[in-house]
């Protein structure tokens, strides 16, 4: 299946989303920090798209995540837990 930039979300996202789920779940039973957990998911995840689009393609996912980030949106999904920042 070809990516899809142009905002309709492909058939099998929400498999992926279940499989990456149990994967995030697995690792925070083996004890994996969270920063640790994100950031090699992270790695791999760029990895996958670096094989699957060019460099434009991959910033402009990027540059939409950080949008996301930045407006508060991934704050607003029920699926994250809440969680206190340390003060410093």
Known sequence: M??????????????????????????????????????????????LLSRSMDDQQVANVLRQALLSVESGELRELPSLPTRTRPEG
């Open 2 to 47: 070809q990516p899809s930039l142009d905002g309709d979300a492909p058939e099998d996202l929400s498999h992926a989303g279940s499989i990456v789920d149990k994967a995030i779940e697995y690792m925070m039973e083996q004890k994996i920090t969270p920063i640790s957990a994100a950031s090699a998911m992270l790695g791999g995840c760029l990895g």
